[in-house]
């Protein structure tokens, strides 16, 4: 069974970081692209950004680029999601989806929910 | 960023057909391949795969979805509609990055 589960959610204060990983197991994660979507309170889905099999291409939608950052650990079969410099707009539900093909999302994680406020 | 237009809801009684439709601002069809694809998702719960490129079923998914269109048109047919199927849809573009979202059209019975 294909199972993404994410982690490291919670309350942070404005201007603080917090890191996401997302653990997987049930296929080889060392063969997929993975990636991060976020979705705000009652809002649609926004993609933050992908990474292909072995890191060494990683894109970001251009707005968030320079706040998050994506790597992976293929040792451990976990994707991660260091976000810096928060603000309440970054309050969100944060999904890392295995990528079947680059910007196509095949499975996802249950999400972990991570709320910016002082 | 290629913008992805769906009406918020539709409203739709058990057994009948349900139409959603997705806009883009620019083709997302390359050659013969239509990237846009559909996702399903229930209150509290994480997207789920439904079609990918236009109208290849996804692993798993029940034959009484389908999904149709090319260029800038796209549609997903739910028939019949069943109570499982109340939920909210996303069209989602993967011609060029970043991969753009619909805004979801709502699901509700009549």
């Known amino acids: 069974e294909v199972k993404l589960v994410e982690s490291g959610g919670g309350l942070v204060q404005p201007g603080r970081s917090l890191k996401l990983s997302c653990a997987v197991s049930g296929f080889n994660f060392n063969d997929y692209w993975m990636g991060w979507v976020r979705q705000a309170p009652g809002k649609g889905l926004e993609w933050i950004g992908e990474i292909n099999k072995d890191s060494s291409t990683i894109n970001y939608t251009p707005s968030l680029k320079d706040k998050f950052t994506i790597s992976r650990d293929n040792a451990q079969n976990t994707l991660y999601l260091q976000m810096s410099k928060l603000g309440s707009e970054d309050t969100a539900i944060y999904y890392c989806?295995?990528?079947?093909?680059?910007?196509?999302?095949?499975?996802w994680g249950q999400g972990a929910s991570v709320t910016v406020s002082s | 960023d290629i913008v992805l237009t769906q009406s918020p809801a539709l409203a739709v009684s058990l057994g009948q057909r349900a139409t959603i439709s997705c806009r883009a601002s620019?083709?997302?069809?390359?050659?013969?391949?239509?990237?846009m694809h559909w996702y399903q998702q229930k209150p509290g719960q994480q997207p789920k795969l439904l079609i990918y490129?236009?109208?290849t079923l996804a692993s798993g998914i029940p034959a009484r979805f389908s999904g149709s269109g090319s260029g800038t048109d796209f549609t997903l047919t739910i028939n019949p509609v069943q109570a499982d199927d109340i939920a909210t849809y996303y069209c989602?573009?993967?011609?060029?990055?970043?991969?753009?979202f619909g805004g979801g059209t709502k699901l509700e019975l009549k």
């Open positions: 620019q083709s997302v069809s390359i050659s013969r391949y239509n990237l």
């Open positions: 989806a295995r990528e079947t093909t680059p910007m196509l999302m095949d499975a």
């Open positions: 989602q573009q993967s011609r060029e990055s970043p991969p753009t």
């Open positions: 490129r236009a109208s």
